[in-house]
């Protein structure tokens, strides 16, 4: 299976963009897929994830009610909506999954098996 990340670009703070996820291969459904986010000089941090089972969701502190994550069955697609963007939200984000994730390790990246290649967001008036 292949994930592919793509909808990046460039916002102005208080904007709303879209990334996506697309996988192939393999059904969404039979995996966990997060979001990753890594700025300059910065490493590589969690910022949303949907799980396997059931589908719940899971969101890093800084969120803040800003990004839903979302599946489509149909689509076999994971988006990540995200509003109310923040300079400091610049970063090449990355989307990963894995099929045997345990909840104590959503939020961890090195427990992620499949990576799509980053897309650039871009916070800037």
């Known amino acids: 299976v292949q994930l592919q990340a793509f909808g990046g670009g460039l916002v102005q703070p208080g904007g709303s963009l879209r990334l996506s996820c697309a996988a192939s291969g393999a059904s969404i459904r039979s995996y966990s897929i997060g979001w990753f986010r890594q700025a300059p000089g910065k490493e590589r941090e969690f910022v949303a994830a949907?799980?396997?089972?059931?589908?719940?969701?899971y969101y890093a502190d800084f969120v803040e009610g800003r990004f839903t994550i979302a599946e489509d069955i149909a689509k076999n697609t994971v988006y990540l909506q995200m509003s109310s963007m923040k300079p400091e939200d610049t970063a090449v984000y990355y989307c990963?999954?894995?099929?045997?994730?345990?909840?104590?390790?959503?939020?961890?990246?090195?427990?992620?098996?499949?990576w799509g290649q980053g897309t650039l967001v871009t916070v800037s008036s």
């Open positions: 949907i799980r396997r089972s059931g589908g719940s969701t």
């Open positions: 990963a999954g894995d099929s045997n994730l345990i909840l104590s390790s959503i939020r961890d990246s090195r427990q992620y098996k499949l």
